[in-house]
Nanobody, 125 residues
Framework: QVHLAQSGGGSVQPGGSLRLSCVAS????????RAWFRQAPGKDREAVAA????????YYRDFVKGRFTVSQDAAKNTVFLQMDNLRPEDTAMYYC??????????????????WGQGTQVTVSS
């Protein structure tokens, strides 16, 4: 089992930036797929970006490409989501998640068995 602890988030004006962090503990070696999801009120949870902590490969949904960057500090078992040029439609609760790298699309919510506590991101003028 993997425990995920998130930090970061907050409120920002359109065009601003925020950085989210997710520290993993426990059986991290068995869960090398890490992803960021978000859920806005009344909407389904959706994947935003993912990273393979075993090699650093990254994956992005089209609606965040060029604006969001997922990265890691492997020595600290930490994954980051740098969010730039934020838009009001990015407003949501953001969650980090962990899963084994094999099996299922990296953007498939049921693939992930461990979740962070969530952090609110609000983009508003």
């Amino acid at each position: 089992q993997v425990h995920l602890a998130q930090s970061g988030g907050g409120s920002v004006q359109p065009g601003g930036s925020l950085r989210l962090s997710c520290v993993a503990s426990g059986d991290t070696a068995s869960s090398t797929a890490r992803a960021w999801f978000r859920q806005a009120p009344g909407k389904d949870r959706e994947a935003v970006a993912a990273i393979y902590t075993g090699g650093g490969s990254t994956y992005y949904r089209d609606f965040v490409k060029g604006r969001f960057t997922v990265s890691q500090d492997a020595a600290k078992n930490t994954v980051f989501l740098q969010m730039d040029n934020l838009r009001p439609e990015d407003t949501a609760m953001y969650y980090c998640a962990a899963a084994p790298a094999s099996g299922g699309s990296w953007f498939f919510t049921p693939k992930y068995h461990s979740w962070g506590q969530g952090t609110q991101v609000t983009v508003s003028s």
